[in-house]
């Protein structure tokens, strides 16, 4: 995705390569399964009762699950690759009503550890699906975005997991959209530039092929001429992705922002509150 990538702070300092390696391909059933995620998460965008979207995230992870052991090309990535996805899109949810989500930015890092275990024992050996480099980018921006040390520490190792997804030609809609948020945030001296995370924007709205996928591509594209002073160009992508999934809550809440002399990426740092949901007993970054 970069699933909806709720905020995404970069401040990154050190590099943790991904070589490149022989990818492999992940089933088609979690290839088709990931298309139906997507739009099972832009239908969820239209409900207000986030019980009814949290419920529905999690029946459908249920099912793929249930259905995994017969289908998977590799069960143990694949289901990392399963319990990523639900798990970023339930906190999309969690971080605009909690205030204190410590408890749940672990879990991320949790997720980001066993996805790196993964990684590091199979990307020279059988290789690793582009796909899964993509999701654990998601992953770990997301659990970095709440700590300066942590997107410090991490914020390298996020722009590599993302090019080593873009590069392959698979899912390049999702793994370009992670890459035009990363440009944005990034500071020049590190490697960010607005003409590059455009450029990202408008390859992730190229690659992007289902009525859902163009609605989050147009979105992130929409509020990043926003927060660069484009807004009338702003509003007409913000209409194309309303007129696909027409009553969408947020979309809504994105116009009142706009309303307001706010884009979607400034909303996200600062709401981040950036080190207050740390853990330091954890020894959380």
Not at 81 to 105: M, P
Not at 142 to 167: D, I, K
Not at 201 to 212: E, G, N, Q, R, Y
Request: aromatic residues 12%.
């Amino acid at each position: 995705m970069k699933v909806v990538k709720p905020c995404i702070l970069i401040m990154a300092a050190f590099i943790c390569s991904v070589s490149s390696f022989a990818a492999k391909a992940m089933s088609s059933f979690t290839m088709q399964k990931y298309r139906d995620f997507t739009e099972c998460r832009a239908q969820a965008s239209k409900s207000t009762d986030y019980n009814a979207i949290i419920e529905s995230y999690g029946n459908f992870e249920k099912e793929v699950l249930a259905q995994l052991p017969a289908q998977a090309t590799d069960l143990e990535q694949e289901k990392l690759f399963w319990e990523s996805c639900v798990r970023l899109a339930k906190f999309e949810y969690i971080f605009n009503i909690k205030a204190d989500i410590k408890q749940e930015r672990l879990a991320l890092k949790s997720q980001m550890e066993r996805n790196e275990k993964y990684i590091s024992a199979h990307r020279k050996k059988d290789g690793v699906a582009p796909l899964f480099y993509m999701i654990t980018g998601d992953t770990t921006s997301c659990y970095m975005s709440f700590s300066v040390a942590s997107a410090m520490f991490h914020g390298m190792r996020v722009r590599t997991l993302y090019e080593t997804s873009a590069e392959s030609g698979a899912n390049m809609w999702a793994a370009n959209l992670g890459l035009g948020q990363w440009m944005f945030y990034a500071p020049g001296i590190l490697g960010g530039s607005m003409k590059k995370a455009e450029k990202h924007f408008l390859a992730a709205i190229k690659a992007s092929v289902t009525d859902a996928e163009k609605f989050y591509t147009y979105t992130y594209y929409a509020q990043f001429l926003f927060e660069r002073g484009k807004k009338d160009d702003a509003m007409a992508y913000m209409q194309k992705a309303d007129s696909l999934y027409p009553g969408s809550n947020y979309i809504a809440r994105i116009k009142k922002l706009n309303a307001n002399g706010t884009g979607l990426f400034t909303y996200n740092r600062e709401h981040s509150g950036v080190d207050s949901n740390t853990d330091p007993d954890a020894k959380d970054l």
